[in-house]
Nanobody
Protein backbone atom coordinates (compact mmCIF):
# COMPACT_ATOMS: atom_id res chain seq x y z
CA UNK A 1 0.00 0.00 0.00
CA UNK A 2 1.30 3.44 -0.89
CA UNK A 3 -0.03 6.50 0.88
CA UNK A 4 0.19 10.07 -0.34
CA UNK A 5 -0.66 12.76 2.17
CA UNK A 6 -1.41 16.31 1.10
CA UNK A 7 -3.15 19.48 2.18
CA UNK A 8 -0.72 20.86 4.71
CA UNK A 9 0.39 24.45 4.73
CA UNK A 10 0.56 27.67 6.68
CA UNK A 11 -2.60 28.87 8.38
CA UNK A 12 -3.39 31.48 10.99
CA UNK A 13 -4.64 30.49 14.40
CA UNK A 14 -8.38 29.88 14.28
CA UNK A 15 -8.24 28.76 10.67
CA UNK A 16 -8.98 25.39 9.11
CA UNK A 17 -7.24 22.87 6.91
CA UNK A 18 -8.28 19.60 5.37
CA UNK A 19 -5.65 16.95 4.89
CA UNK A 20 -6.05 14.17 2.37
CA UNK A 21 -4.44 10.76 2.18
CA UNK A 22 -4.74 8.83 -1.07
CA UNK A 23 -4.11 5.09 -0.90
CA UNK A 24 -2.91 3.01 -3.83
CA UNK A 25 -1.04 -0.15 -4.58
CA UNK A 26 -2.01 -3.62 -3.42
CA UNK A 27 -5.65 -4.24 -2.55
CA UNK A 28 -6.79 -1.64 -0.08
CA UNK A 29 -9.73 -3.61 1.08
CA UNK A 30 -12.41 -2.87 3.57
CA UNK A 31 -10.37 -4.82 6.12
CA UNK A 32 -8.05 -1.90 6.60
CA UNK A 33 -8.18 1.16 8.80
CA UNK A 34 -6.62 4.57 8.32
CA UNK A 35 -5.02 6.56 11.05
CA UNK A 36 -3.67 10.07 11.38
CA UNK A 37 -0.70 10.92 13.52
CA UNK A 38 1.36 14.03 14.06
CA UNK A 39 4.84 14.81 15.19
CA UNK A 40 5.96 18.20 16.41
CA UNK A 41 9.64 19.14 16.55
CA UNK A 42 11.34 17.45 19.47
CA UNK A 43 8.27 15.43 20.37
CA UNK A 44 7.14 11.88 19.85
CA UNK A 45 4.67 10.93 17.18
CA UNK A 46 1.16 10.97 18.59
CA UNK A 47 -2.17 9.55 17.55
CA UNK A 48 -4.69 12.04 16.21
CA UNK A 49 -7.57 9.96 14.87
CA UNK A 50 -8.43 6.66 13.24
CA UNK A 51 -11.24 5.39 11.07
CA UNK A 52 -12.43 1.92 10.16
CA UNK A 53 -12.59 1.87 6.37
CA UNK A 54 -15.49 -0.57 6.32
CA UNK A 55 -17.98 0.83 8.79
CA UNK A 56 -16.69 4.34 9.41
CA UNK A 57 -16.19 3.90 13.15
CA UNK A 58 -13.77 6.48 14.48
CA UNK A 59 -11.55 7.20 17.41
CA UNK A 60 -9.90 10.48 18.35
CA UNK A 61 -7.30 11.71 20.72
CA UNK A 62 -9.53 13.08 23.44
CA UNK A 63 -8.08 16.57 23.35
CA UNK A 64 -8.70 16.92 19.60
CA UNK A 65 -12.13 15.40 19.06
CA UNK A 66 -13.98 18.70 19.28
CA UNK A 67 -11.93 20.32 16.52
CA UNK A 68 -10.80 17.48 14.23
CA UNK A 69 -12.92 15.19 12.08
CA UNK A 70 -11.71 12.09 10.26
CA UNK A 71 -13.58 10.71 7.27
CA UNK A 72 -13.06 8.62 4.15
CA UNK A 73 -14.25 8.31 0.58
CA UNK A 74 -14.14 4.61 -0.15
CA UNK A 75 -14.73 5.06 -3.87
CA UNK A 76 -11.65 7.25 -4.11
CA UNK A 77 -9.54 5.28 -1.59
CA UNK A 78 -8.92 8.59 0.12
CA UNK A 79 -9.06 9.54 3.77
CA UNK A 80 -9.46 13.02 5.17
CA UNK A 81 -8.67 14.91 8.33
CA UNK A 82 -10.63 18.13 8.75
CA UNK A 83 -8.97 20.42 11.26
CA UNK A 84 -10.82 23.45 12.58
CA UNK A 85 -10.00 26.17 15.08
CA UNK A 86 -6.33 25.46 14.64
CA UNK A 87 -3.90 26.52 17.33
CA UNK A 88 -0.15 27.12 17.20
CA UNK A 89 0.34 23.93 19.22
CA UNK A 90 -1.18 21.99 16.33
CA UNK A 91 1.95 22.76 14.31
CA UNK A 92 3.47 19.44 13.28
CA UNK A 93 4.11 17.06 10.44
CA UNK A 94 0.93 15.07 9.95
CA UNK A 95 1.11 11.49 8.78
CA UNK A 96 -1.48 9.05 7.55
CA UNK A 97 -1.09 5.35 8.13
CA UNK A 98 -2.85 2.10 7.37
CA UNK A 99 -3.33 -0.72 9.82
CA UNK A 100 -5.81 -3.22 11.17
CA UNK A 101 -7.22 -1.42 14.20
CA UNK A 102 -8.63 2.09 13.90
CA UNK A 103 -8.45 2.57 17.67
CA UNK A 104 -4.78 1.66 17.98
CA UNK A 105 -2.88 4.62 19.34
CA UNK A 106 0.63 3.20 19.21
CA UNK A 107 2.45 4.28 16.03
CA UNK A 108 4.43 1.03 15.88
CA UNK A 109 1.22 -0.93 15.43
CA UNK A 110 0.44 0.72 12.10
CA UNK A 111 1.89 -1.01 9.07
CA UNK A 112 2.03 1.46 6.19
CA UNK A 113 2.88 5.16 6.37
CA UNK A 114 2.64 8.15 4.12
CA UNK A 115 5.42 10.70 3.81
CA UNK A 116 3.85 13.36 5.99
CA UNK A 117 2.58 16.84 5.31
CA UNK A 118 3.61 19.90 7.31
CA UNK A 119 1.01 22.00 9.05
CA UNK A 120 2.16 25.32 10.47
CA UNK A 121 -0.21 27.42 12.53
CA UNK A 122 0.86 31.00 13.14
CA UNK A 123 -0.28 33.01 16.13
Amino acid sequence: VQLQASGGGLVQAGGSLRLSCAASGRTFSSMFCMGWFRQAPGKEREFVAGINWNDGFTRYQDSLKDRFTVSRNSARNTGYLQMNSLKPEDTAVYYCAVGLNFAEMRPEAWRYWGQGTLVTVSS
